[in-house]
């Protein structure tokens, strides 16, 4: 479903400023996998999701999206093959525009557009089936701006807006650590929720090590822009926090740093 082929990603290169973020990244991911990514500040791991999402071109290597070479498309043509939630929840919905305005552009993307706009009464009542899986009571305020929903329900609205086609590939940037715990936990429930009903292949980049061991099949972990870590399976669901720190000082040959993930 994805294949990284020997991936390189320079910033600024040729100055003072020159910043090696990925080296010879591969990664292959099978359909339905879950994949949870996690490494230190400067780690590499946006920048992959990016290089990913076409946000970035690859300065070497190949990008291969449910068996389409992906490597020199541009951003938007690599959408209609994925879903993508940010960190931001302001990100991913438009807030000026009504609940059901914001579901019918996800649900009518990739369409041939016209000049009809209206949403059907048959639509509406599909709008709330979808809004009342969410058990957040948006299903009753269909015609709320997004923009005056919470945090958390308007990014609970995005993770849905962005699994409303079942795309090739959801990517998920450290999209719960805006949120407060509580409201992270249920955003991470439901994430689980669609993500399992709809067997969709995900990537998740977290800076928090217990979400990074208790979610998904499959964990990476990067440093200094390469993969040290891949686990999976029945070795996946033995870690503990202790014992990733552990792999990661054997991998690496340092002690893990990052204050933001060891506190989470």
Known sequence: MLSVNGIYKVFNPGTVNQKIALRNVSIEM???????????????????????????????????????????????KRATMLGRVFQDPMMGTASDMILEENLALALRRGQPRGFKWGITSKERETYRQMLSHLDLGLENRLHTKVGLLSGGQRQAVTLLMATIKKPKLLLLDEHTAALDPKTAERVLALTDKLISENNLTTMM????????????????????????????????????????????????????????????
């Not at 068996?67 to 498309?73: N, P």
């Not at 979400?211 to 399976?233: E, Q, T």
């Not at 870690?239 to 990661?248: D, G, I, P, Q, Y």
Request: hydrophobic share 35%; glycine share 14%; proline share 1%.
């Open 30 to 76: 099978e359909e339905g996998d879950f994949v949870t990514l996690i490494g230190g500040n400067g780690a590499g791991k946006s920048t992959l999701l990016n290089c990913v999402a076409g946000v970035y071109g690859v300065d070497r290597g190949t990008i291969n999206i449910a068996g389409t070479d992906a490597t020199k498309l541009p951003e938007h």
């Open 205 to 264: 980049v977290t800076h928090n090590m217990r979400d990074a061991i208790k979610h998904g099949n499959r964990l990476i972990m990067m440093h200094d822009g390469r993969i040290i870590l891949d686990i999976r399976g029945e070795e996946k669901k033995k870690l503990t926090v202790e014992s990733l720190l552990k792999r990661f000082g054997s991998a690496s040959g340092e002690e893990f740093t990052y204050d933001r993930a060891l506190l989470s």
